[in-house]
């Protein structure tokens, strides 16, 4: 439904502890035109140039607060409201190169009254500054 909107141009960049690279991260947003419990964020899927990255290596930050994608299975008291922006976190040792990279973000939802799952997918090139 709202699929174009799920990435996010801004906030696109190499996550640092220190001067040590541990990945990269970028904002997203929910294809829905409702908020969710984090618990019916059934799925996300996070796919750079071509590179589909491992379930394990995904988490969601939102309102100062982070999980894995296995941990918002049981996280039943946070919602993630339509239009919010959540900075999805991507564990990539030495991060990515500075230039252009072609982002696709997928999150499949659980909507209460579809019989079958929800969600959208989302492509976008984010050019990574130095």
């Known amino acids: 439904m709202f699929d174009r ?12 502890q ?4 541990l990945g990269f991260e970028f ?7 409702r908020g ?3 618990s019916m964020v059934e799925d996300i899927a ?19 607060r982070r999980w894995t994608v296995a941990e918002l299975e049981t996280e039943y008291e946070e919602r993630w409201e339509m239009g919010e922006v ?3 976190e991507v564990d990539l040792p030495g991060g990515l190169k500075p230039g252009a990279h ?18 959208g997918q989302d492509t976008k090139t ?3 500054e130095a």
């Open 86 to 88: 959540a900075v999805l």
């Open 36 to 38: 969710l419990g984090l």
């Open 18 to 21: 220190g001067e040590k690279v």
């Open 46 to 64: 996070v796919t750079v140039d071509g590179q589909a990255l491992a379930r394990t290596a995904l988490a969601l930050r939102l309102r100062g």
């Open 126 to 128: 984010l050019v990574l």
């Open 102 to 119: 072609q982002l696709e973000l997928r999150e499949q939802l659980r909507i209460s009254y579809l019989p079958f799952p929800g969600g």
């Open 5 to 16: 909107y799920m990435i996010c141009e801004q906030g696109f960049r190499n996550r640092r």
């Open 27 to 33: 904002g997203a947003r929910l294809p829905y035109y």
